[in-house]
């Protein structure tokens, strides 16, 4: 078991059980906390911060701080966090000029992703698209 990194949406609606996750992602999420090889990038601590302060369709956190939350979804889900280093950070640069992608945090996460050669538990439509293409692992949720 290789275990798989956690899209920001997917460690959100796991936690918070705002969404249904599809079976395939359940088992995959449930044999990596059994291994202890469930990832999470500290950039979903930021993508989930700032999505608090959009007016419309803010991540419902309680009286929560966006750090707060992710630090109670770490221990809740016993994820491990994947630092984010030289080699992940020039990686997602990378992944801008591989695959035209522009959004900051998607490309950290799947930098991460293949940096660790693990894949990514998601559902966002444009990093499903790359993954089509043999750029990277996903499971679809």
């Known amino acids: 078991m ?7 949406h997917t460690l959100y609606w796991l936690v918070s059980g705002a969404a249904e996750l599809e079976a395939e992602a359940l088992v ?6 059994q291994v202890g090889k469930l990832y999470v990038s500290p950039i979903t601590a930021w993508e989930i911060s700032l999505a608090t302060q959009k007016q419309t369709n803010a991540p419902q956190l309680g ?3 966006g750090a707060k939350w992710f630090r109670a979804a770490i221990r809740e889900t016993g994820a491990r966090i994947i630092p984010i280093g030289e080699r992940i950070a020039a990686g997602a640069a990378d992944v801008v ?4 992608h522009k959004d900051p945090g998607d490309c950290y996460l799947i930098a991460t992703a293949r940096m660790k050669k693990i894949p990514i538990v998601t559902r966002d ?3 499903i698209q790359i993954a089509d293409s043999g750029y990277l692992d996903v499971i679809a949720c």
């Open 2 to 8: 290789r275990g798989v990194l956690l899209d920001t």
């Open 28 to 33: 995959a999420i449930g044999e990596s906390q």
């Open 63 to 65: 009286e929560l701080t």
């Open 97 to 100: 000029a591989e695959t035209r």
């Open 125 to 127: 439509a444009t990093i």
